[in-house]
């Protein structure tokens, strides 16, 4: 089945450094991908999304780049903050079912002080 | 105003119990799911419905049965619950639009199986 792959399962960063997550998805027609930051014991939020035409996106701090030939997409967060603590899942619209997003395994994004 | 609530909150029950966790979106919002987060906090879609109509039902035991009365409802109920069900059952909802298919989660219910 269709899947999607995401790297590191855990990073550490100092207050004020960058964090990088990757994902890697299967399904070569996928034409939207949503991140989702989750605080502990909370619900998944949306942060930022972007769509196969589109190759980045920024909102502030947070950036999203997609490369489609590679099949892969990655999430940066510039100036880390410790609130920025949390699970972060990258997600890949199935192009031939538009309800189903498959999510990644998720990275414990943890920024110390 | 909660977009998507879900109720439970909380839950603990014993194996081999029926328990219900109800769900309401006031989004205005077609499609419906239901997924498990579980101990390692993998995300699995279970159920997605449309308009009350099931357009997704991932290889879940048949002790899960998802009941959508309404478009705004979608209703998980379980039967003969066993240990491996404890977990975290969201449920959300999404509608398609020109940017994509946000899904907005609810809060979560925490079942836990004794």
């Known amino acids: 089945g269709e899947n999607v792959e995401q790297h590191p399962s855990t990073l550490s960063v100092q207050e004020g450094d960058s964090a990088v997550i990757k994902c890697t998805y299967s399904d070569s027609a996928s034409n939207y991908f949503p991140w989702y930051k989750q605080e502990l014991g909370k619900r998944p939020q949306l942060i930022i999304d972007?769509?196969?035409?589109?190759g980045e996106k920024k909102d502030q701090r947070i950036a999203v780049t997609l490369n489609k030939t590679a099949k892969h997409f990655s999430l940066h967060i510039t100036e880390t903050q410790p609130e920025d603590s949390a699970v972060y899942f990258c997600a890949a619209r199935l192009s031939y079912n538009t309800d189903k997003l498959i999510f990644g395994t998720g990275t414990r994004l943890q920024v110390f002080p | 105003d909660t977009a998507v609530s879900q109720t439970p909150k909380y839950l603990v029950t014993q194996m081999g119990n029926d328990k219900s966790i109800k769900c309401e979106q006031n989004l205005g919002h077609d499609t419906m799911y239901w997924y498990k987060q579980d101990s390692k906090k993998f995300l699995k879609i279970m159920f997605s419905?449309?308009?009350?109509?099931?357009?997704i039902n991932e290889t879940v035991p048949n002790r899960f049965s998802p009941k959508s009365p309404d478009k705004a409802h979608l209703n998980l109920h379980i039967n003969s619950l066993e240990l491996g069900d404890s977990a975290v059952y969201f449920c959300a909802s999404s509608h398609e639009t020109v940017a994509g298919n946000t899904i907005y989660f609810g809060e979560g219910s925490w079942l836990t199986v004794v």
């Open positions: 972007i769509r196969s035409n589109v």
């Open positions: 419905y449309n308009n009350k109509e099931l357009i």
